[in-house]
């Protein structure tokens, strides 16, 4: 029982950092939104003072938009954390029930791994168009950041979909060795 009340006691742990991580998250994409406003305003000021031509068209359109962009960008992620560290939440509160290899837990974790993969395609799909822009311009700086880029996403967000896959996999059979063990009972 000592080693049952040390179990709960590191998961109700977890999931108060959890929750704070959920709470840090929030603020942080509330900050985003009012610190991109700030920078938006900036950029405008300096669009307004770009000359009037044809030229300087493209650029003064860009300009109000690029703040955004990023701020979007930055905003997707954090939703995105968000979800996983929710579905993560969702294993730890089950845990505490004590359904550990249970198939709510297997399948909420072959979630995150799909979740990891769909960002991950997300985020090559805009770096192969900004490939192709680079290539198309022949822009050699440009190609070869996107190419680390690309090595970059691969690594963090498709290495680890795959192992997540894996450990939904490793619950999957615990669950069937549960069940087949609760039946030998």
Known sequence: TIIMKNYSSRLALLLKFINVALLLIFL????????????????????????????????????????????????????????????????????????????????????????????????????????????NKGNDKVIAATIVGLIGIFENYVLTSLITFGIAEVFIAGVKLKKEQDLTI
């Open 28 to 135: 942080s994409i509330i900050f985003t939104l009012f610190y991109s406003v700030h920078y938006a305003n900036k950029f405008s000021e300096l669009a307004n003072r770009m000359p009037n031509s044809e030229q300087f068209d493209i650029l003064k359109n860009s300009l109000g938009v690029i703040t955004y962009l990023t701020a979007l960008k930055l905003i997707v992620f954090r939703v995105f954390l968000s979800i996983i560290l929710i579905t993560i939440r969702k294993i730890v509160k089950s845990m505490l029930l004590n359904e550990v290899f249970h198939e709510d837990n297997a399948l909420k974790i072959r979630k995150i791994a799909i979740y990891f993969m769909c960002f991950a395609a997300l985020l090559l799909f805009f770096n192969l168009i900004l490939l192709l822009a680079a290539y």
